[in-house]
């Protein structure tokens, strides 16, 4: 593989018809159901039920099969995306990488409300979190078949929008059709509804786009250690030629994993600190998903004005500043979080799109399977900072608060802005993608 300065970058040098870019941003509108409705909303929640066993039995073993599921991530991702680079085979292996997904959705159905069927829930959820997120590598990577240098932005900025609006869209659906309470013949039946919305919504970006012809025959296989063999030698040719790229991978890795903990624990601070009940949750959920959509397609054309790293930079001062709103003024109920929450809700979106726009932009031709896999091995490497540090904030503030205060839940936010503000100051010192005009194409 040639070292990474050398040949154009990804991006294309004409736009790509509209319909094409949205048939693409349908990938997110589609696989959303995973994330929103499985691992966050319902199926995590019901197969930690007491059908299952023992609450905190059947959470730590799911928090296992959780672990080792990021760690074939962690270990698979840039190996298999460098497969997709050398065959030039990225949207085979995206079309039957997303529909595996829809079927281990659908498959969720046999999972009974029963102990014996834990193993299988937890298998098809850890498989489900590993197909997920191979396949958002090589769909990460499609990027520079539907985007140009001067695009970029607002077409990542469409995309995660779709995700969130998708998501919310879905799990409406679901209460619409099965109503709110979830009984677990309702839970079963809202996973077979997942598996074909998956398959449906992710159509589209197979009729649009095709693997591109080749100019040469496809490199040959290296096998599993040649395939990291030559991993770690890119990674060493990226550092010697271009260190901004890695550097960025690292900035990145941290603050995506403080974005992660704002929606992963906002639901909990919700209902422990702010008193919210769980149709109030739900409510919150809605408005922070359509909030987070809007704002990152919008910002979408920001970056292409003023680049990616201005819109990331904004983005994670104001999520230090009103985390920290949260923290200082929790005591004032629930309009507080409604109102510093939304607001966090604003800049999520748009630092996880402007990180994407920005990493594609400094993407050589014929790496961006590679080096995308890299994003999504450098995120799991840290995944565990977050959780860990608002752990360990609740912790420090038990310590320290008075009897008379009801809990110390509200410390939890400090740990989550405490890696924000370090991806923020590691993000200060990373290069700017290099100029162009600024006209948008």
């Not at 997110?28 to 930690?48: E, K, R, S």
């Not at 400094?362 to 995944?383: C, D, H, K, Q």
């Not at 991806?423 to 600024?438: Q, S, T």
Request: net charge neutral.
């Amino acid at each position: 593989m040639h070292a990474p300065e050398a040949g154009p970058g990804a991006l294309k040098t004409t736009p790509a018809p509209r319909r094409k870019v949205f048939a693409w941003s349908l990938w997110d509108w589609g696989t959303q159901p995973f994330n929103t409705v499985i691992t966050t909303f319902v199926f995590a929640v019901y197969l930690t039920s007491s059908a299952f066993g023992e609450t905190d039995e059947v959470s730590m073993k799911l928090a296992w099969a959780t672990g080792i599921s990021g760690l074939l991530i962690a270990v698979l991702a840039p190996v298999l995306g460098q497969g997709s680079d050398r065959s030039g085979r990225r949207m085979f292996n995206l079309r039957w990488q997303t529909w595996l997904l829809a079927a281990i959705c659908a498959a969720m159905w046999f999972v009974a409300p029963a102990p014996e069927y834990f193993l299988l829930g937890a298998v098809l959820l850890g498989a489900g979190n590993v197909v997920s997120e191979i396949a958002a590598v090589n769909y990460y990577a499609s990027i520079d078949q539907v985007s140009t240098r001067y695009n970029v932005g607002r077409v990542s900025g469409l995309g995660w929008g779709m995700g969130y609006l998708g998501g919310i869209t879905i799990l409406l659906v679901i209460i619409a059709v099965l109503g709110s309470d979830f009984p677990a013949d309702d839970v079963r039946a809202a996973m077979l509804i997942c598996g074909a919305w998956t398959l449906v919504f992710t159509i589209p970006i197979f009729v649009a786009l095709k693997d591109r012809p080749r100019s040469e025959a496809p490199a040959p296989s290296l096998g599993i250690v040649g395939s990291y063999r030559e991993l770690f030698a890119s990674i060493r040719r990226l550092w010697s030629s271009a260190p901004n790229t890695v550097f960025f991978l690292l900035a990145s890795a941290l603050f995506r994993d403080g974005l992660a903990g704002v929606f992963a624990f906002g639901g909990v601070l919700a209902q422990g600190t702010f008193g919210f009940e769980f149709s109030e949750v739900v409510i919150f959920g809605v408005a922070a998903n359509v909030v987070a959509g809007i704002a990152t397609m919008l910002f979408g054309l920001v970056d292409d004005k003023l680049g990616p790293k201005p819109v990331i930079l904004v983005s994670l001062t104001c999520l230090v500043m009103f985390g920290l709103g949260i923290f200082w003024w929790h005591d004032g109920g629930k309009p507080v979080f409604w109102i510093l929450g939304l607001l966090m809700c604003l800049f999520v979106g748009p630092a996880q799109s402007a990180s994407r726009s920005f990493l594609t932009r400094l993407i050589p031709e014929g790496m961006s399977g590679e080096i995308f896999g890299l994003y999504a091995t450098t995120g799991r490497a840290v995944s565990f900072l977050a959780p860990a540090l608002f752990g360990v904030a609740i912790a420090v503030g038990a310590s320290v608060t008075t009897s008379s205060e009801a809990t110390s839940q509200h410390w939890g936010i400090l740990g989550v802005v405490v890696v924000l503000f370090a991806g923020l100051i590691v993000a200060l010192f990373v290069k700017e993608p290099p100029k162009h005009d600024r006209t948008v194409g």
